[in-house]
């Protein structure tokens, strides 16, 4: 997995989530992803994360194909 075009590829689409989330689940988000890039030998950010893209793709904030390509991307 390469954390940092993940985090790359994370930051436009969480501007596409609505704006009661960008206090919540966005800033959540965009704080694991970070972390991955700055500790990458903890794994459970990247669990912590699955778990956060699947919230997001159950509230239809996430498309399902961007859904699949952002978790085949975290290889757990």
Do not use: H
């Amino acid at each position: 997995m390469d954390a940092y075009q993940l985090l790359l590829d994370m930051y436009p689409l969480l501007d596409t989530f609505p704006e009661q989330e960008s206090r919540n689940l966005v800033e959540r988000i965009r704080k694991i992803v970070t972390d991955m890039v700055l500790e990458p030998e903890d794994n459970g950010k990247a669990q912590e994360l699955q778990l956060l893209l699947s919230l997001s793709y159950d509230l239809g904030y996430l498309a399902e194909d961007v859904y699949a390509f952002l978790t085949q991307q975290l290889d757990i």
